[in-house]
């Protein structure tokens, strides 16, 4: 089953047995930027100083990367191009929202409905079908800890993921130390072709400057 790096992304945040989600602000931030950088990669979006603009706006065939692509198209509707990282900021909560529910229709996760204190309404997503969990955690470890080459997608995720701090959700029986070096190796994007280290470093910067105000505004 083909599943977009934002799915990828909330795969390995859910815990597969609660259902919760680890790191939650960074998976979110990880999510809407693995759409962006999709549909970059698509054909469909450009980033470039920061900035990004829809350039086609036809469909992907893909429901949860076409929903997203229609909302940033009149989000930048008679503005041309605007800060990726805005976008970021701006779409992670319905980005995560769409991703989770793009999982439930796959039938890779299910959601539990419960009440806090008998109070306040909260959902869970426990793992329904984890082949495409096992299959995404064997190809991060052939790449990461094997040495194996990484393809276009896979490079693009684990920017994704090391950009975020995501490293513990990705490899949650080892130490950061042991595989943020070849994280970031990946990330420069050696391996890929130049449209695609383009697409991938310009989610980087979009993601860096998301992050520094979240941390601003949260000492402040």
């Known amino acids: 089953m083909r599943v977009t790096l934002a799915e990828e992304v909330m795969l390995?945040?859910?815990?597969?047995?609660?259902?919760?989600a680890r790191d939650r602000s960074s998976a979110?931030?990880?999510?809407?930027?693995?759409?962006?950088l999709e549909l970059a990669l698509a054909g469909r979006v450009a980033v470039t100083d920061g900035r990004v603009g829809v350039t086609d706006p036809s469909p992907t065939g893909v429901a949860l990367?076409?929903?997203?692509l229609?909302?940033?198209?009149e989000w930048t509707k008679g503005k041309g191009r605007r800060k990726a990282a805005d976008w970021v900021a701006k779409d992670q909560a319905k980005a995560v929202r769409a991703t989770v529910d793009s999982l439930c229709e796959r039938g890779l996760v299910t959601e539990e409905r419960h009440r806090a204190l008998g109070l306040f309404p909260v959902r869970r997503y426990?793992?329904?079908?984890?082949?495409?969990?096992?299959?995404?955690?064997?190809?991060?470890?052939?790449?990461v800890l094997d040495g194996a080459e990484p393809d276009d997608r896979t490079s693009g995720?684990?920017?994704?993921?090391?950009?975020?701090?995501l490293h513990r959700p990705a490899f949650p029986e080892l130490p950061?130390?042991?595989?943020a070096p070849r994280m970031a190796e990946i990330a420069e994007g050696?391996?890929?072709?130049?449209?695609?280290?383009?697409a991938i470093r310009a989610m980087r910067a979009a993601i860096a400057a998301v992050t520094a105000v979240t941390v601003v505004t949260a000492v402040s």
């Open 12 to 20: 390995l945040s859910l815990d597969d047995e609660s259902g919760t």
């Open 28 to 36: 979110g931030w990880a999510v809407a930027g693995g759409i962006l």
């Open 65 to 68: 990367l076409d929903g997203r």
């Open 70 to 73: 229609a909302q940033l198209a």
């Open 126 to 143: 426990p793992e329904a079908d984890g082949s495409v969990e096992r299959e995404l955690r064997d190809r991060l470890t052939a790449v």
């Open 157 to 165: 995720l684990i920017a994704l993921l090391h950009a975020t701090g």
């Open 176 to 179: 950061r130390k042991k595989v």
């Open 190 to 198: 050696q391996w890929a072709g130049d449209s695609v280290r383009e």
